[in-house]
């Protein structure tokens, strides 16, 4: 008899999850299992960022500028590691009120909230593909945390 097991099940995924992500000294921050299955990684967080760009002087443009620049960069940094290892820039999100709902789907450029963007992907296969993302986000993580910090700082100078 063959079991037919659904790897990219929320509850069998988060499981699994749980206890990778200490074995390949992961912190489990910024990770999303979707209600529906899929798995990603966060790239930003709203809180971090400005919701409106308000500018008026030269100054403010060139700042708006670098700022916009360096979250492509992120973005497209993200975007091509990720395509290397099979996985893809996703939309990752809570679309409920109350209960979490967490719903991971392809990434739009021209329609998805660019807060939501996460690498990763909305069906995981196995767990060698859920071993390969880990390995692929520890390998990445130094260089995402600092692309993050830059994007940080960007944006605190927006704000004063």
Do not use: C, W
Request: proline content about 3%.
């Amino acid at each position: 008899m063959a079991l037919k097991l659904n790897f990219n099940d929320s509850s069998v995924l988060s499981g699994y999850l749980t206890q990778a992500l200490p074995q390949v000294g992961l912190e489990n921050k910024g990770f999303i299992v979707g209600s529906d299955g899929g798995l990603a990684y966060k790239l930003l967080s709203i809180d971090d960022f400005p919701r409106e760009l308000k500018f008026h002087t030269m100054d403010d443009t060139r700042q708006v500028s670098d700022y916009l620049d360096a979250l492509r960069k992120h973005l497209d940094y993200a975007l091509g590691f990720a395509d290397l290892r099979g996985f893809e820039l996703v939309s990752a999100f809570d679309s409920s009120v109350g209960k979490s709902r967490f719903v991971v789907q392809p990434f739009d450029p021209s329609s998805s909230n660019i807060y939501t963007a996460a690498v990763g992907s909305t069906y995981v296969r196995d767990v060698e593909q859920l071993e390969n993302f880990l390995r692929m986000l520890k390998d990445q993580k130094p260089q995402l945390d600092n692309a993050y910090a830059n994007l940080v700082e960007l944006a605190k100078k927006l704000r004063t």
